[in-house]
């Protein structure tokens, strides 16, 4: 049920329906492709737009609808003076394995469509519903053919979406791929997909239709697109004095990442605050507007980083933040979620042992979840991040709330340092001190590096990060000798994804986490 709320929201209807007034970020691989199906040669180009869960690959078919039907755009862009129909289906509402419908069913049943039922020579699909994939077949490319002779000169289009599953069937298929492969020629096809095509085409042999198309990769938006996504549907709903200030676009951007999904979702959450104060898990009988917290300051503003760990919080118990991020966790197989828990945890949350195994781990099987856009990775220095500070913190939250048991780890012994102390070396020892004189404050690699290492030490390495990364490993390796227990070391000194370390005298992260977050 729609809210009130809602019904006042300018971000909700983008979450559950299209409008083109809010596409930003795509022109060129939107040119790209328009040029390819409207070229003037005999035979026009193909696509495969492929991008992760809700990075916009149905908006962005909608929108090249909306261009490819405009004659004027389309000239002005190629120079080609064609009419273009689109005919968008989506595979995953009008195809399935078991059905009885084939792969011409649905094409011919959607061209009728786009066409009108008695154009062209009547209904494509026939009266009889069991007509073959051979008839079918020479009927759509016998209307094809007239479509595109003058003076019509109308050239179809066929917007594909969802096309995953059917693409695992289609290596089978073998007919069906020859003449897709042929109805390309006259109409072509832009097509859909989440996952790499080599994951979901099983067949040694080489696809006669996959491989005539061209990738276009939709990744999550570029700064300048994001900005606006989050502004201009907020600006246009308030007064001029009211709009939203470049702190705030900050704030929100720092939750969601740049995945234009999980930016309508944490924008309309914080929409919600002009209707209703924000409450935020606050006991204050009447807490200021979220907005009055967070607007002009600092966002490393101690109050700004508590509220925005509560906002995050809320966030991953929104059902429709929830489903998505669960959606996108259940596409990852047994060892990405590993690699997932190492990354954002630290090796102990995982299967692996240690920082190298890991890096070794990220190096040797990350690129599966790169394809999937799960994961990037910074050219210049070669570190790995998540797609979305909002799917960190949902990996995190997993972690603490393992399903079946209460916390995500044992009660640990209160830890006993000399003991520890005594098992490491000088430079080990250094770092030790410095954690010990600040339990429970989030210490940055600098402050670590800074404070345990003399300035000549540090020179002479080549690495600091992997100095750092090792002496962690060691102190870990102490504190596991002294408790006995494996995997405690982590609980201990706890890894804060992006922030630094953390050291807690009790080894319990889950109570560490609750506090800090309210």
Known sequence: MTSFEDTLNP?????????????????????????????????????????????????????????AQNPSVVQELTGARLNLTCVYIDMKKSWAPDGQETIWHVLAGGL???????????????????????????????????????????????????????????????NDERYLRVISGLA??????????????????????????????????????????????????????????????EFILDISGYHPFLILVTCRAYYQQFVRVFEMGTSSASPPPLRQIIKDRDPHDQEVVGVK????EFLLRRPIAKTFLDSVWNHCDRRDRELLRGLVIGPSASDLNDQQELADALQREGEHLMDLGIMSQDIRTGEYTLF????????RQRHILRKGTASPVEAQPRLDLMRVRDRLGPLDQGLLTTFARSPERILTFDELLQTAWQEEDLASTPNPKKLLDAAIFRLRRG????????????????????????????????RFLRKRNG
């Open 388 to 395: 979305s500070p909002l799917f960190e913190a949902y990996v």
């Open 11 to 67: 971000y909700t209807p983008l979450l559950t329906s299209y409008d083109n007034t809010y596409i930003f970020g795509r022109k060129h691989e939107m040119d790209t492709v328009l040029r390819g199906i409207a070229t003037s040669s005999i035979v026009p180009q193909s696509y495969i737009v492929r991008g992760m869960l809700g990075v916009g690959k149905t908006a962005f078919l909608y929108h090249l609808r909306d261009h």
């Open 479 to 510: 504190i596991e000798q002294v408790t006995g227990i494996a995997g405690s070391g982590a609980n201990y000194l706890y890894n804060m994804r992006g922030e630094g370390f953390v050291f807690l005298p009790d080894g319990d992260p889950v």
């Open 188 to 249: 072509p096809f832009v097509i859909t997909l989440e996952t790499p095509p080599e994951k979901l085409y099983l067949s040694s042999e080489p696809s006669p239709l996959l491989s005539v198309m061209l990738y276009v990769v939709l990744d999550v938006l570029l700064p300048s697109a994001a900005h606006d996504l989050v502004r201009q549907p907020f600006d246009k709903t308030m007064p001029p004095d009211e709009r939203m200030t470049d702190k705030e676009v």
């Open 112 to 174: 009728q469509e786009a066409l009108g039922k008695d154009t062209y020579g009547g209904n494509i699909l026939g009266e009889d519903t069991k007509t073959s994939p051979d008839v079918l077949f020479n009927r759509l490319w016998a209307v094809l053919k007239d479509l595109a002779k003058e003076p019509a000169k109308r050239r179809i289009v066929f917007l594909l979406d969802n096309f995953d599953e059917f693409l695992k069937s289609l290596a089978s298929r073998q």
């Open 309 to 312: 760990n509560r906002f995050v």
